[in-house]
């Protein structure tokens, strides 16, 4: 975020790019996708994303697990 805001406050992209050891296309990737939003609001989001992965790998192993029950009472 403190990236974002130091292009956005008119320091060149390439700047923070250089500082941060990231490629321009990463910044701009960054930048549609979290736009103007606040820092808590970036930071939630991320903790989202966060926890949503961890329940896709819960739901992906519950599911192992089913089909590894179907199998063993055939």
Request: glycine fraction near 6%; hydrophobic fraction near 40%; proline fraction near 1%.
């Amino acid at each position: 975020m403190g990236f974002l805001q130091q292009a956005d406050g008119g320091t060149a992209v390439k700047e923070p790019c250089w500082r941060g050891c990231f490629s321009d296309a990463t910044f701009y990737k960054r930048r549609a996708k979290v736009g103007d939003m606040l820092i808590r609001e970036a930071t939630r989001m991320r903790e989202i994303e966060s926890e949503n992965a961890k329940l896709k790998k819960l739901l992906a192993e519950a599911h192992l697990n089913i089909e590894a029950l179907k199998v063993a009472s055939r």
